[in-house]
């Protein structure tokens, strides 16, 4: 085998991407486009644009041939392109040509803006299943007006529906409303309840978003409590967030409390922190990682990222996701540099003689799908 | 166009270095030398010497022919030579050789000792606008005996004097003095007021050097209301710091309450968080980077350090700067391992398919010089 | 010279592990093998193994043929052959095909369940040296009974008896037990008195272990004194640490606090923060450091580890280790992982004209063992 019949090989294999979003069923401008192919939510200044990126080459790399135009078409053409053909043929063409069997999408982020996931299945031939986003689930009880001293109960109710018709797994963010380093001791009943109240109390008028650290504990441990994996945003995402606050480190004195039945931890995308992340894979049996959203904004880069996130990790632990939101461009992204960027990583391992070509092929199948197909039952 | 062409199109392109010192204008014994070209402030301890480093071996390849040596000729042959052709010539040597069209020179770190700014321009034949530190100019109005409640609007009118008079922007070393984890907020006038006679009290004999946290929270706001690029050392810098408060993550709580007009946020050097800082430029529209002293102090290594700056920013963010100090030797070694660590980086893109020449090419000009010249309007 | 000769001219160099343990005297269980060759202290979840991983791969990739089996043999096979072989036979092969000539080991870790210094040294025919574990002398002390306010006194004696008796140097695991960001001043004996005092009384019936972070604080100091190398662990271990609370940069305080006649500071393995001791080594002539067991457990990937711990650190100031810990695998792969990679690394600057060959093997004899040599005196 060379590199070039390796990596033919590594994209033969099934792809689950065990964490990702719908796409918009619209057609977009430009300056939309822009700001969805970055984690920036405003345009970019004068003198730049968002497209002069990783991600921003890389689709006119990648997906403008699937578009019937040569690789690296302008930016413009690409987008008339697209316009012609309409988002629905181009998500379509985009879908299909990602490879990706199953996709377990996360509902929770502007999700009534996307696609539904029955349409979503239709459109792109693939199985799908859902990810329950937990805040989410206890923002439809307070806005449906359960009594705090209730929430707790509702909430362990709501869950085990969720879980009884269909969810794959659930999701917490609170990376994003309070960071890694809460309290990490399991919050009792009545912290939740007092939690509760007080969110209703500062925020009486409008729908409830949860902020409370105690209630996202709360949530955080009942997540836990289900046994379905619980994936948690990790590290780099948009400007929301106090970077450093979300370093998966700082999860550790959270992991050594949980119990030996808790649920697989899932830490998602995790970059700059992925090696971070490939430590406590190895040291915490349900611990779980990957490089998600780090891999399509690293583009032509991302093979290093990669390359890092085979390190310390079994290989056992580390699954593929893109985390593509509205853009099929990021669904095809996502499998094909994480294709390329595996297989080109793989391979040097072979070359010099340290891995044999079996044993390469079978890491690239297990992270792949086989670790998401044995982690969520599927 | 192969490697080597490539390679040649990139070092033929201009430069221009937004973050600089002028040189040591004198002779140099060995031991001086040894500790410009590092980081510590004193010797290397016995049996090591601060030449045996990234830096020491790139001086004696990169330096050493233009001083009509071999290539990777001793230490002790290469200060000889150095000494024989006296600092002047070979300064101007070092500093023709490494290509730099255009300098901005920050003045505040022991700016007195070195080679005045019309001096540095005559020498190098480039163009030279300045930097002004904001603790100089509030260190110079404190010495001058500006009383306490008139120091914020004296420093207001000394700042837009600086821009007035040809400043093309502003730096605060607040990284070095204070961290990033600070009180994002903006001090009051008031709180600045107290800072001055505060740090008058406690300092009354001696020449003034800001330290007061809320000073330093008043002289960064101010430079960013200056609307003109303002520079911030981070990360890896002298004994002096403490890195883990250097670390540009930390500055997300201030960044997000910056009002949309504040001035560019330069982040200088940034390692070893140079991954964050290109996270913060892909979120925050008006946050850019450069990697600064870590190029020339990881010399033949600092190709990686360079690919991982291509990795999250927009390329329109990413600038170059060399941060020498002292000695022509790091002016040019600055330039030289830019300009090859870059061409390699965007090669290997090509290479693989995955960017097209052009591409390549458009964003080693747009990093080398197009958009320091677009930020600081030259 | 090509890269096969160059690899093979580092492989012929004297090595010097200055931080291992010694090895488990008897035949293992796969289950014991598996979480001895990982950081976890625990089985690995169902549908995985701790085999599949770096190092696992890396042990069937060196060390069968050393055990006369093809390169990348089953993991059944390989044990199957170790238990045939038997305990003794198959750690005198892989000890003696490391090259290693001496170990300083640490005893402090478990130490007597594993084979004593002369035995390892009888068996691997290597020169053995003792690093004595600080807490491991202050429990001793408080489990014989010290009284409190003997016990600085007591320490102090026992540490100059160990230094005169042979101990090559000490150990410090305050990055396990406190974290780094501990108080930086030094302690006086009456606070080391009171918190012998406090240890005593909330742990009165069990061997003492030390956990009071003035007793931890004034042990560092204690080392710090001797002037013999203190090694301190940092970053990756197992999961009883808090990674983020072991990042070397959280050092800084204390190492400015030092004395100029302090002793040389080793830091260990330090990843995922090596970029950051290579730092600290550059800017503190004291400061040392080496990738220890990160080169172990990244196997096939270590290279670009070795490469980043070549980037700021001057080369005096770079170390072997292997922190092997019972298994003799381990030993093997360390030394052997580490000439590969770090002739990669460094035949990559000579390839690309950067570096002279010999300046290269000049780097590799400095970090194999002159270094080692030269700081512990050996």
Redesign the interface.
């Known amino acids: 085998m060379d590199a070039e019949h390796f990596s033919r090989a590594v994209h033969a294999l099934p792809l689950i991407d065990h964490h990702v979003h719908s796409v918009l069923p619209r057609d977009l401008e430009r300056v939309e486009f822009e700001v969805h192919l970055?984690?920036?939510?405003?345009?970019?200044?004068a003198?730049?644009?968002?497209l002069?990126?990783?991600a921003g080459?890389?689709a006119r790399?990648h997906c403008a041939p699937l578009l019937d135009l040569p690789?690296?078409s302008a930016a413009d053409a690409y987008l008339a392109r697209r316009a012609e053909l309409g988002w629905r043929e181009a998500t379509a063409r985009l879908l299909h040509a990602s490879g990706v069997s199953t996709s377990l999408i996360d509902t929770g982020h502007a999700g009534t803006s996307l696609l539904s996931n029955p349409d979503f299945a239709a459109l792109s031939a693939q199985e799908v299943r859902e990810i329950v986003r937990l805040e989410s689930v206890a923002e439809r009880l307070i806005d449906a007006g359960v009594a705090a001293h209730d929430f707790p109960d509702a909430l362990r109710r709501a869950l085990g529906e969720a879980a009884a018709t269909g969810a794959a797994g659930f999701k917490s963010v609170i990376a994003y409303r309070a960071g890694f380093d809460v309290d990490p001791e399991r919050p009792s009943d009545a912290e939740a309840i007092a939690a509760v109240a007080d969110e209703r109390r500062t925020n009486a008028d409008a729908p409830a978003r949860v902020s409370h650290p105690d209630l996202l504990r709360f949530l955080l441990w009942s997540g836990a409590d289900t046994g379905l994996p619980l994936q948690l945003h990790v590290g780099?995402g948009?400007?929301d967030?106090?970077?450093?606050r979300c370093?998966p480190?700082?999860l550790?004195?959270w992991?050594?409390r949980l119990p030996d039945d808790a649920s697989?931890i899932m830490l998602l995308h995790c970059?700059?922190y992925h090696?971070?992340a490939g430590?406590l894979a190895?040291?915490?049996?349900?611990v779980y990682f990957d490089l998600g959203l780090a891999i399509n904004?690293?583009?032509?880069?991302s093979t290093?990222?990669i390359?890092?996130g085979?390190?310390?990790?079994?290989?056992?632990?580390l699954l593929y996701s893109s985390d593509a939101w509205g853009l099929p461009e990021l669904h095809l992204l996502g499998a094909q540099l994480w294709r390329d960027g595996l297989a080109r990583a793989l391979w040097?391992?072979v070359e010099?003689?340290?891995?044999?070509e079996s044993?390469a092929l079978r890491?690239a199948e297990?992270t792949s799908s086989e670790n998401a197909r044995?982690v969520y039952q599927l």
Chains 1, 2, 3 share one sequence.
Do not use: C
């Open positions: 970055s984690e920036s939510a405003v345009a970019a200044p003198g730049t644009t968002h002069d990126s990783q080459f890389a790399r690789a690296h780099y948009d400007a967030l106090d970077l450093a370093n480190a700082l550790m004195p992991l050594r697989p970059y700059p090696r971070e430590y190895q040291v915490f049996p349900n904004y690293t583009g032509a880069a290093a990222v390359r890092e085979l390190e310390l990790a079994p290989f056992g632990k040097e391992f010099r003689g340290e891995w044999s044993e890491v297990l044995r």
